[in-house]
């Protein structure tokens, strides 16, 4: 379920993505950010609060009713999830938005092969991950000894709707300092 909702943000993401590239940057979130990461640019003044507030609007009103609805309840699920779950999605969010246009376009080929697969090769694809990603935190674990990767979508849920196996490589673990 919660790899159901990823995606489901990853493509509206997809969606603001393109919008995004399209139109001038926008400022740096407000300091309500969940993220707790220190602001590099500083506060917007008044003129740009308002210029922003005026494009959102405009973009706002030119979505149609049941996009404005799934941005409510996406808006209402992640208001609701516990902080930890909440900087998962965001450094998800923020690794996509991070990406080059090849890498999104990888990903986007790698989305389209996992949709068009049958659901029993999907399983075998799940199948074949969960053995290479056991496999590799083995070594691992071998190799740094009393150490515990960083904590990634991977080791955290195994849904079976996930699109795991679909050729995009696992984040490795971090390095230990």
């Known amino acids: 379920m919660r790899r159901i909702f990823l995606l489901t943000v990853l493509m509206i993401v997809v969606g603001a993505g ?18 707790n990461k220190p602001r590099s640019k500083p506060p917007l003044t008044e003129e740009q609060r308002a210029q922003l507030e005026q494009r959102l609007n405009e973009q ?13 309840r996406l808006h209402r699920a992640l208001s609701e999830m516990p902080p930890e779950e909440r900087k998962f999605i965001h450094d998800r ?3 996509f938005l991070n990406m080059s246009p090849a890498e999104r376009e ?3 080929q790698n989305k389209q092969k996992w ?15 969960h053995k290479h990603r056991q496999e590799f935190e083995q070594q691992w674990h071998h190799a740094h000894p009393g150490e ?24 490795a673990p971090a390095p230990a300092p």
């Open 18 to 35: 393109t919008a995004r590239a399209q139109q001038p940057p926008l400022p740096t979130p407000a300091p309500t950010d969940q993220t």
């Open 60 to 72: 706002w009103s030119k979505m149609p009713v049941e996009t404005k609805s799934r941005l409510m």
């Open 93 to 95: 969010l923020e690794r």
């Open 106 to 108: 990888k990903l986007k």
């Open 115 to 129: 949709e068009q697969m049958t659901p029993e090769e999907r399983q075998k694809a799940r199948e074949e991950f």
């Open 148 to 171: 515990n990767p960083a904590p990634n979508a991977t080791n955290e849920s195994t849904t079976s709707s996930s699109p795991e196996g679909n050729g995009v490589p696992a984040p």
